[in-house]
């Protein structure tokens, strides 16, 4: 990794991929997706996102309208 190379938290790239950050979490602990571990954090570089996204043994299920909803009415 090098110095001048950014860094995306778990809820950047959950964002990205249109998934929860728990699902980002998930995947990390199954070793199923490449990552960068600093302290208990996760964190993911460009390089990681390509692997991540170009690898179709895991398929993603983005997040429907609904959750979205129960989502916010939740933390409301």
């Known amino acids: 990794m090098d110095a001048d190379e950014t860094?995306?938290?778990?809820?950047?790239?959950?964002?990205?991929?249109?998934?929860?950050?728990?699902?980002?979490?998930?995947?990390?602990?199954?070793?199923?997706?490449?990552?960068?571990?600093?302290?208990?954090?996760y964190r993911f570089t460009d390089e990681h996102y390509q692997i991540i996204t170009a690898t179709p043994a895991a398929p993603l299920k983005p997040r429907t309208q609904r959750?979205?909803?129960?989502?916010?009415?939740?933390s409301a």
């Open 67 to 74: 959750k979205n909803i129960e989502r916010l009415l939740r």
């Open 7 to 41: 860094l995306m938290s778990a809820g950047d790239l959950a964002a990205k991929l249109d998934v929860s950050v728990e699902t980002v979490h998930r995947m990390c602990r199954a070793r199923k997706w490449p990552h960068s571990k600093i302290g208990r954090l």
